[in-house]
């Protein structure tokens, strides 16, 4: 519970504009930044209906808020408030008299809001809106400047109860009186000007009387838009009670709010801080002031916690309580840490963190045509940008916003401007940051016009932009179009486009080039100036550069940053007439490293090694096929040239078939023996290749013989495996066979192991070799 209780304080860390210097980013100045004061009140309920837990979380609620403004001319009052059930009661407890919050007003607040306390029975338990809602009216418009904000913060279970208190009456009629003097006393509120936002506790509080004490306050807000205007808010539980009191501060003081994570320390937490905020501040719950807070920006960064570093000033607040905050003005944009510690013995509770800022958003708009003619439409772009010229990637940065505009000129009286960003019509996508309209030129108009466009969010300044032109003459003296595409591009880079020109006049033209709405520097383009001659036709090259690293302040780092400017082309013979205002956009992002740019080389050598290596198998593999010996038939052949046997080869060792003569002088056949005095292979040239023991190599062609011993040789017969061979010998007879070869005494078979030759002779019932292998 502590830690929930201590998540109530953390909506009051940013409650002022901040003053900016026109479009430029917030200076860092030696002295403190000036914010814009804020006096309230905070009327806490006492009554009887609130359960004791209640009270607690309405106790903290009240220090928290006042302890983080951060605007030291700020004033606060606090009270708490029940209902005078008799003479002696009041219905109202004073606890804090109004207090400026300076450092020794922060302190006084912190003592004070512990005064506040659950009622006796005999102290008054009623609840009495009226006479809290007078209360606070007095304190915040007696001796106060009207300028300044006043705000009324309501913390009940929103049930009035005024039946037990004599001076709304008889007992029969107090209820009504007690409904008649709440409703005076909001018109009173909203005569002085005071906003009332209500928040409720307990665990059914009337969220119908509180939306009628919202809305009978003070209903003009820091802007107007709907979501700045006063509202109650219901809290459902304890957990919903700090998220649920940041968002009703942020919208009563035109702030906007981002929640962040929660874990247990140790732990690092995140939280983004958009890039259009001027200032802004990180609110952390730590549940347990032992807890140590450290920040570290989205370029990695550990900040402090008070002065300056690069273009930011610090200042934190609270570092001893359960809840602190460090206020930045001109935070670095992006994703921050929170690396939460603690001892031992303070871990159980969780750290919360989230965000609340205030920005500025600027709009760069363009007209297309930018001279048009009476009669044609115009189309009116307006891009939302950040007050440096980034663009916005996030459209909830810019949610609830209002765009409005207007076309104004000579001739004609005002026509409204109506824009839009839902990809319908003139624009092109949806949800990009452009908001488009379209307006057609009065038949009236001549000379001067003008577009303008203005836009309004909660929590960011409002932005009036405009756009001149001319309405064009009939016979332009010069017509141009550029050709210059969005681009990625990184620092130093150049976007290359063409500037399409044709001076139809009998006098030179000069034109002048620049990149507009963008902080200086970040995109020149070249050349600055073209002069046309008279009747010139020309497409010059134009080069927009990138600046350097250095210009961006590091905040390329975080992801790149999307520059959105706009190409302008202008004839300054002719008046500075525009002839062309294009939008234009170049992402730019870190040059790569050499890992990033040459990463493609490992996985391209991969790929080769794997294509050679595959290329040296498949060789490798052709080469052991050319040469397997398989399907080679090995013929024995006599001195006088008859063949006697046929043996077919198999696969070899190492691609070589080894094998022996048996019985040369007797029954000669060939048999295949391991490590035999023979062995041949496939020649890839054709033939085979033999390989005597002892005696070297010998081609083997297919067709012809070589010797083996004194009377027999070697020669080619039909390839089982390929066909036969070209040029082999033509098979003898069976006729010259059978007259020439004896009969072998073992059947054909031989004596070693493995294959035999097959002796070409004939048996009763069985087939002879020449029938095997014809």
């Given at each position: 519970m502590p830690g929930v209780l201590s998540m109530l304080g953390a909506a009051a860390i940013l409650l002022a504009p901040v003053a900016s210097d026109g479009h430029r980013p917030v200076p860092v100045a030696a002295s403190e930044p000036s914010f814009a004061a804020v006096d309230y009140v905070v009327a806490v309920d006492e009554s009887a209906s609130l359960a004791p837990e209640d009270m607690r979380a309405e106790k903290a609620a009240a220090a928290r808020i006042a302890l983080g403004d951060v605007s030291a001319a700020s004033n606060v009052t606090v009270f708490g408030f029940a209902a005078a059930e008799s003479d002696d009661q009041s219905a109202v407890d004073p606890v804090c008299p109004r207090t400026t919050l300076d450092a020794a007003g922060r302190e006084t607040i912190g003592a004070c809001v512990g005064k506040l306390r659950g009622r006796r029975k005999s102290e008054g338990t009623g609840t009495d809106f009226p006479a809290a809602i007078r209360q606070g009216v007095h304190e915040l418009s007696k001796g106060t400047d009207e300028s300044v904000p006043r705000v009324l913060f309501l913390l009940t279970d929103g049930v009035l109860d005024v039946t037990d208190s004599p001076k709304y009456g008889a007992a029969s009629h107090r209820a009504e009186e007690g409904e008649r003097q709440l409703k005076q006393a909001l018109k009173d509120a909203a005569d002085q000007r005071v906003q009332i936002w209500p928040l409720g506790f307990g665990p059914a509080p009337d969220k119908a009387q509180l939306d009628r004490m919202a809305a009978g306050g003070y209903q003009k807000g820091c802007v107007e838009l709907p979501s700045a205007r006063p509202k109650a808010r219901k809290v459902s539980g304890a957990k919903d009670v700090g998220p649920m009191l940041e968002q009703a501060f942020a919208a009563a003081h035109c702030l906007r709010y981002q929640r962040g994570e929660s874990k247990r320390p140790p732990a690092t937490l995140e939280v983004a801080i958009s890039p259009l905020a001027t200032v802004g501040s990180i609110v952390v719950d730590k549940g347990d002031p032992k807890v140590t807070i450290s920040y570290i920006d989205p370029l990695g960064h550990r900040v402090p916690s008070s002065g300056t570093y690069e273009k930011s000033r610090f200042e934190l607040a609270g570092a001893g309580d359960n809840v602190e905050a460090l206020k930045i003005v001109d935070p670095v944009p992006g994703v921050w840490k929170v690396k939460a510690?603690?001892?031992?013995?303070?871990?159980?509770?969780?750290?919360?963190?989230?965000?609340?800022?205030?920005?500025?958003?600027?709009?760069?708009?363009?007209?297309?045509?930018?001279?048009?003619?009476?009669?044609?439409?115009?189309?009116?772009?307006?891009?939302?940008?950040?007050?440096?010229?980034?663009?916005?990637?996030?459209?909830?940065?810019?949610?609830?916003?209002?765009?409005?505009?207007?076309?104004?000129?000579?001739?004609?009286?005002?026509?409204?401007?109506?824009?839009?960003?839902?990809?319908?019509?003139?624009?092109?996508?949806?949800?990009?940051?452009?908001?488009?309209?379209?307006?057609?030129?009065?038949?009236?108009?001549?000379?001067?016009?003008?577009?303008?466009?203005?836009?309004?969010?909660?929590?960011?300044?409002?932005?009036?932009?405009?756009?001149?032109?001319?309405?064009?003459?009939?016979?332009?003296?010069?017509?141009?179009?550029?050709?210059?595409?969005?681009?990625?591009?990184?620092?130093?880079?150049?976007?290359?486009?063409?500037?399409?020109v044709h001076n139809t006049s009998d006098t030179p033209h000069t034109l002048r080039l620049s990149v507009t709405d963008l902080a200086p520097g970040l995109l020149t383009v070249?050349?600055?100036?073209?002069?046309?001659?008279?009747?010139?036709?020309?497409?010059?090259?134009?080069?927009?550069?990138?600046?350097?690293?250095?210009?961006?302040?590091?905040?390329?780092?975080?992801?790149?940053?999307?520059?959105?400017?706009?190409?302008?082309?202008?004839?300054?013979?002719?008046?500075?007439?525009?002839?062309?205002?294009?939008?234009?956009?170049?992402?730019?992002?870190?040059?790569?490293?050499?890992?990033?740019?040459?990463?493609?080389?490992?996985?391209t050598a991969a790929v080769l090694a794997a294509v050679v290596g595959a290329m040296v198998a498949a060789w490798l593999r052709q080469r052991r096929i050319r040469r397997d010996p398989f399907g080679l038939v090995l013929q024995l052949v006599s001195a006088e040239g008859e063949i006697l046997g046929r043996h077919p080869a198999g696969h070899g060792t190492k691609q070589w078939y080894e094998f022996a003569v048996v019985e040369p002088h007797r029954s000669p056949r060939i048999e295949r023996r391991a490590n035999g005095p023979y062995a041949v292979r496939r020649s890839p040239e054709g033939g085979a290749v033999l390989r005597k023991r002892g005696g070297g190599q010998t081609r083997l062609p297919a067709r012809g013989q070589v010797p083996l011993t004194d009377s027999l040789s070697l020669s080619l017969g039909e390839d089982t495996r390929g066909g036969p061979r070209p040029g082999a010998p033509a098979s003898p007879s069976r006729s010259r066979i059978r007259s020439r070869i004896r009969t072998s005494p073992r059947s054909g078979t031989g004596t070693g192991t493995g294959d035999t030759t097959t002796p070409l002779s004939t048996g009763q019932g069985g087939d002879s070799a020449y029938d095997m292998y014809r």
């Open positions: 510690e603690a001892p031992d013995g303070h871990r159980s509770l969780p750290v919360g963190v989230s965000v609340l800022w205030q920005g500025e958003l600027r709009g760069s708009i363009t007209m297309d045509p930018p001279s048009p003619e009476p009669g044609r439409r115009t189309t009116v772009t307006m891009r939302l940008q950040t007050r440096e010229g980034y663009e916005i990637a996030d459209p909830k940065d810019y949610a609830g916003l209002r765009v409005r505009g207007e076309l104004t000129g000579e001739g004609f009286t005002p026509v409204p401007l109506r824009f839009t960003d839902d990809g319908e019509g003139p624009d092109r996508a949806a949800g990009d940051g452009a908001f488009t309209g379209s307006v057609r030129i009065p038949e009236r108009a001549g000379g001067a016009l003008k577009v303008s466009g203005t836009l309004t969010a909660s929590g960011l300044r409002a932005d009036t932009r405009s756009e001149s032109g001319r309405v064009a003459p009939a016979v332009p003296a010069v017509t141009s179009a550029l050709s210059l595409s969005d681009a990625d591009a990184h620092p130093g880079d150049r976007v290359t486009g063409s500037l399409a070249t050349p600055s100036e073209i002069v046309v001659k008279p009747g010139e036709s020309a497409r010059p090259e134009v080069t927009v550069e990138v600046a350097g690293a250095g210009a961006f302040g590091g905040r390329l780092d975080n992801g790149g940053l999307r520059l959105g400017g706009v190409a302008t082309v202008i004839d300054t013979t002719d008046g500075d007439r525009p002839l062309v205002r294009s939008s234009l956009s170049v992402r730019v992002t870190p040059k790569p490293g050499v890992w990033a740019r040459y990463w493609w080389v490992l996985p």
